[in-house]
């Protein structure tokens, strides 16, 4: 599995980042009355997902709802443009919304961005993949004549902006794929950790000496933001992000 690092910059992306570090400064001076409201919204907002059948059994845990003064920020991963709609509807029925500002990134059209990116590597070397994506994850399919067209097409899928991680189980000669770790990891930052023998620790950000952050054109993949996530500085010349 490889976590998506896009050099494409993508402007709904780093509006959202932008959005979050506002609401972050708000919320430290925040008036309590407001703010009340606001949670008040945020609430019956999420009533309104959970009631729409089709959000209830395919997106409602992947939707992420803040709302600030008024406006609702929606955020994460659905399966489809209609079930972005749908939130974008369902927000817009609750008295006191003000707007919506949607960052919701559907999977049908990073599949569609996947398909297109892959089409050329299929078009060069005479294979065929097969992809699926589930909340922005992308799942690689299908057999090649060498692990470095593998390795391509999972760098070109890694590439789309939007795309939180590929998992590649493309069978190709020298490549096992049951020694290969296919889980997709992704833990926020101050999140606690178990493994099976009990707590092992906390997520927390590197000492920044240690680490520089990444370019100005680097997207992370969802949930995180630029501020978030650093690289070491001894392989960040090495490293093609």
């Known amino acids: 599995m490889v976590t998506a690092q896009t050099t494409q910059s993508s402007l709904a992306e ?18 309590h009355t407001a703010d009340k409201v606001d949670t008040s919204i945020a609430e019956k907002v999420g009533r309104a997902i959970w009631n729409i059948g089709v ?22 991963h659905v399966i489809s443009a209609s079930n972005q709609q749908r939130a974008d509807a369902a927000a817009r029925t609750i008295p006191g919304v003000l707007g919506v500002r949607s960052y919701l990134v559907p999977d049908d059209k990073i599949m569609r961005k996947v398909a297109g990116a892959l089409g050329k590597i299929e078009h060069v070397y005479g294979v065929k993949f097969f992809t699926g994506v589930q909340n922005g994850v992308v799942g690689l399919h299908g057999e090649v004549g060498s692990a470095t067209v593998r390795s391509l097409a999972e760098k070109y899928a890694a590439n789309i902006p939007g795309v939180r991680g590929v998992i590649n189980s493309v069978r ?10 296919q889980r997709f990891l992704q833990p926020s ?53």
């Open 55 to 76: 959000l209830r059994r395919t997106d409602y845990g992947e939707i992420d709802v803040d709302v600030k003064d008024g406006v609702v920020f929606f955020s994460g």
């Open 172 to 181: 190709a000669p020298g490549v096992d794929l049951e020694a290969e770790d």
């Open 189 to 241: 930052i101050g999140e606690q950790i178990y493994f099976r023998d009990g707590f092992c620790g906390t997520v927390q950000k590197f000492d920044p000496s240690c680490f520089t952050a990444p370019r100005e054109d680097w997207t992370p993949p969802y949930p995180y933001c630029p501020d978030d996530v650093l690289f070491p500085v001894e392989s960040v010349e090495d490293m093609n992000y």
């Open 14 to 31: 780093f509006s959202r980042c932008n959005d979050r570090s506002w609401l972050s400064v708000e919320e430290q001076n925040a008036d």
